[in-house]
């Protein structure tokens, strides 16, 4: 797991980040689309970039930055702890910068059924 979360000894369950750390959705969305394009440059036919989420890192309404365990997740949707999100109001996470890059980089904005 990421050495900015902090883990319950006993359970090895996320607890908190160690720090406080900035949420960066922008950041890892451009560094998403120069993945994407060097594998297009290179003729990468496919490729694992980010998870979707992680389950274990979500972000729970009203904790303060250091309880905001999806601030370490490398997941391209914010996950919303039994709370619907607002652009799939049917769906408990929320896409975040990176995954509106990737759907844009395939032309499609649709979620996929699993």
Known sequence: ?????EHDPETKTPVRLNGIYERDEAGQAAYLSELLEIFETEGVDSAFV???RLARLSAPPGR???GDLDRAGLGIVKLLEGRRGQTYPDM???PKAASRQWRSGIGDDR???R
Request: hydrophobic content about 45%.
């Open 50 to 52: 980010f998870p979707v």
């Open 111 to 113: 979620p996929r059924a």
């Open 1 to 5: 797991m990421l050495e900015v979360v």
């Open 64 to 66: 303060r930055p250091q």
């Open 92 to 94: 408990e996470w929320e």
